[in-house]
């Protein structure tokens, strides 16, 4: 057999290694300090973003970080949600 073989994950861009793609299903979301804290679903950073909660940190990868002037209660409800769900 001539050439070389080439791993049928990643094969002419048919599919997407399953670490790559989880990647770009979430938002990373820092603290008011600006130290990372657990990420977030894409739907969830809209929300918060729409409610004036976050702030837009980098476009790529998407980062928000939390609003000092928010009280922790109410984004505390939001991820306590998202452990629910």
Do not use: W, Y
Not at 11 to 36: C, E, F, I, M
Not at 72 to 78: H, R, S, T, V
């Amino acid at each position: 057999m001539t050439g070389s073989t080439i791993d049928t994950e990643t094969a002419a861009g048919n599919r997407r290694l399953a670490s790559l793609a989880h990647d770009k299903r979430t938002v990373r979301v820092q603290d008011v300090n600006g130290q990372p804290i657990n990420p977030c679903h894409p739907a969830r950073a809209r929300q918060l973003k729409r409610k004036h909660r976050v702030s837009l940190v980098c476009r790529h990868p998407f980062t928000i970080r939390l609003d000092p002037e928010c009280p922790a209660e109410d984004l505390l409800q939001f991820f306590e949600e998202d452990i629910f769900l």
